[in-house]
């Protein structure tokens, strides 16, 4: 009797699991995302908010429907500016997570391969910038970069610049690059450190006793094997680095085009919160494709 009882509540258990994730999504997700498009189909107006129509009952469902206007995504097909800002978005997050990628590897691999007492210390050392406020991380590059800062500095103490010779980085692409390796850093890190180590040393092992040289068995064996904690890395980088909106705006320059610093202008600036709303979902359409690459990735390990 007491095994028939306990039927219900583990079902009513295993009903909750699968429920509550997708409540999650829509209260999160789903409604925001309809509210964002809802607006992008709305009309600029001198208003609080600053949108027609407002939505406010169900019986206004007709008339908001029937004054949904499309202007807004025709615009952004007709201004070369927001399709270079998607251009560009898409540019400098493929060139950071390539760069991400060439940086961490190795990284990840080398803890991988420590011995297991000192893993730990060199994990912490990767996810210590957590301690710190990202937006304060991003002002201490401004000191470093700027051409009076620590770099220049550094620079003219050792003598491989002149007393009057300056850094010209700061406000430029290498500064955004150089800021967003260093934030995202950790992000592409420790899914490779995940992969690599549970690679089984014996694998390397047999390779190289049946000749295969070192570089070989990286490529035939580790790095084939460590390709979920790749792909994994890159999209948990590109993905918010398409819409990075700080690093390009306190390190980049005028000529630094990002969408995230164009969504930003476009609603605190113009406040045009339709047409923001606009890029704002074209955005999100650009980023389904490695989206789903990443959720049909994660199934698979």
């Given amino acids: 009797m007491a095994e028939t009882a306990t039927l219900p509540s583990a079902s009513r258990a295993r009903w909750l699991v699968v429920v509550i994730p997708y409540v999650w999504?829509?209260?999160?997700?789903?409604?925001?995302?309809?509210?964002?498009?809802?607006?992008?189909?709305?009309?600029?107006?001198?208003?609080?908010?600053?949108?027609?129509?407002?939505?406010?009952?169900?019986?206004?469902?007709?008339?908001?429907?029937?004054?949904?206007?499309?202007e807004n995504y025709?615009?952004?097909?007709?201004?070369?500016?927001?399709?270079n800002a998607y251009i560009s978005s898409l540019r400098i997050a493929s060139i950071s997570t390539l760069l991400l990628l060439l940086i961490g590897y190795p990284i990840a691999l080398a803890m991988a391969r420590a011995s297991v007492t000192i893993r730990p210390t060199l994990l912490m050392l990767v996810i210590l910038p957590f301690w710190t406020s990202f937006l304060i991380r991003v002002y201490a590059w401004i000191g470093i970069l700027k051409p009076e800062g620590l770099l220049t500095l550094a620079l003219q103490t050792l003598g491989l610049y002149g007393p009057d010779e300056q850094v010209q980085i700061f406000r430029t692409e290498t500064a955004v690059?150089?800021?967003?390796?260093?934030?995202?850093?950790p992000f592409m890190v420790l899914p490779l450190y995940s992969a690599l180590e549970k690679l089984d040393g014996s694998l390397l092992e047999a390779a190289s006793d049946l000749?295969?040289?070192?570089?070989?068995?990286?490529?035939?064996?580790?790095?084939?094997?460590?390709?979920?904690?790749?792909?994994?890395?890159?999209?948990?980088?590109?993905?918010?680095?398409?819409?990075?909106?700080?690093i390009p705006d306190l390190l980049g320059g005028a000529e630094t085009l990002m969408i995230g610093k164009t969504l930003w202008t476009e609603f605190f600036g113009n406040r045009d919160w339709p047409l923001a709303s606009a890029v704002a979902v074209l955005l999100l359409?650009?980023?389904?494709?490695?989206?789903?690459?990443?959720?049909?990735?994660?199934?698979?390990?």
Avoid: R
């Fill in 25 to 70: 999504m829509v209260l999160f997700f789903l409604a925001p995302f309809f509210i964002i498009v809802k607006i992008s189909l709305s009309d600029t107006a001198i208003a609080m908010p600053p949108y027609t129509p407002v939505l406010e009952s169900l019986s206004a469902i007709g008339a908001f429907f029937s004054e949904l206007d499309f």
């Fill in 177 to 185: 690059f150089i800021g967003i390796v260093y934030s995202y850093l």
């Fill in 285 to 301: 359409l650009m980023l389904v494709v490695p989206i789903a690459i990443f959720q049909n990735q994660q199934q698979k390990v």
């Fill in 74 to 83: 025709v615009f952004l097909t007709e201004d070369p500016l927001y399709m």
């Fill in 211 to 246: 000749g295969c040289p070192p570089w070989k068995a990286f490529w035939k064996v580790t790095f084939p094997l460590s390709l979920p904690g790749v792909i994994a890395g890159a999209m948990i980088c590109f993905i918010p680095i398409t819409g990075e909106f700080v």
